[in-house]
């Protein structure tokens, strides 16, 4: 079954310092996006993109996010400026078009960044 | 925006069948969704409905009524693997998901 695959599965970084997390949706699909997870919380929508642009963000996402698709593979997620409550699991997805709803997002299997 | 209220711990024991409910206060409701967690993992689609009415899926079934901005997810013969975490999210036309804040399933022996 195709799979959402990202790297790396856990990054520990220091207060300040700038992250990349990285995504490779599954091959045919067309919109993408970043969810958190605080742990013990719920999961909590940041971003959506399509077409090589943002369709819709959250409150969370303010200017020190931001995404990218450089190629045609990879999806990624940078934070500028990393604060201690950037702490969470952070969780690609992706689906095929608007209609595969029905079908579920496919999620991959998460980075889990803590700051210190 | 978008809130969802669920139970947050449900216990049940194995072969039983558990309904956790989902109610929900939205602007531009599109339909219901059902994901799985279990610890340390990603969410896994379960089910959507987007019509009112009860949609099955082998021993999972979800419910929706939108003229009562509720919805359910009902488990029968309850296995110890379906210890996990249940979230309902609602969709917008955009796609983007607002979940609730989960429901903790214990099943025990």
């Known amino acids: 079954e195709p799979e959402v695959t990202q790297t790396p599965s856990h990054q520990v970084t220091q207060m300040g310092q700038e992250v990349i997390l990285r995504c490779v949706p599954i091959?045919?699909?067309?919109?993408f996006y970043w969810y958190r997870q605080i742990l013990g919380q719920k999961v909590e929508f940041l971003v959506s993109?399509?077409?090589?642009?943002?369709?819709?963000k959250s409150e969370i996402f303010d200017d020190q996010f931001s995404v990218e698709r450089p190629d045609g593979s990879n999806f990624t997620l940078k934070i500028r400026s990393t604060k201690l409550e950037d702490s969470a699991m952070y969780f690609c997805?992706?689906?095929?078009?608007?209609?595969?709803?029905?079908?579920?997002?496919?999620f991959g299997s998460g980075t889990r960044l803590t700051v210190v | 925006g978008q809130s969802l209220e669920q139970p947050s711990e449900v216990t049940a024991v194995e072969g039983a069948i558990v309904q956790i409910n989902c109610t929900y206060q939205t602007s531009g409701f599109y339909g219901l969704s059902w994901y799985q967690q279990h610890d340390g993992g990603a969410p896994t689609f379960l089910s959507y409905n987007g019509l009112d009415g009860l949609e099955e899926t082998g021993r999972f079934s979800s419910f929706l009524s939108r003229s009562d901005s509720y919805g359910y997810l009902l488990l029968q013969e309850l296995q110890m693997k379906d210890s996990a975490s249940y979230f309902c999210?609602?969709?917008?036309?955009?796609?983007?998901?607002?979940f609730g804040g989960g429901t903790r399933l214990m099943v025990k022996p």
């Open positions: 993109f399509y077409n090589n642009e943002i369709s819709e």
């Open positions: 997805a992706s689906n095929r078009d608007r209609d595969s709803i029905s079908r579920g997002y496919t």
């Open positions: 091959s045919n699909h067309l919109y």
């Open positions: 999210a609602a969709s917008n036309a955009g796609n983007m998901l607002t």
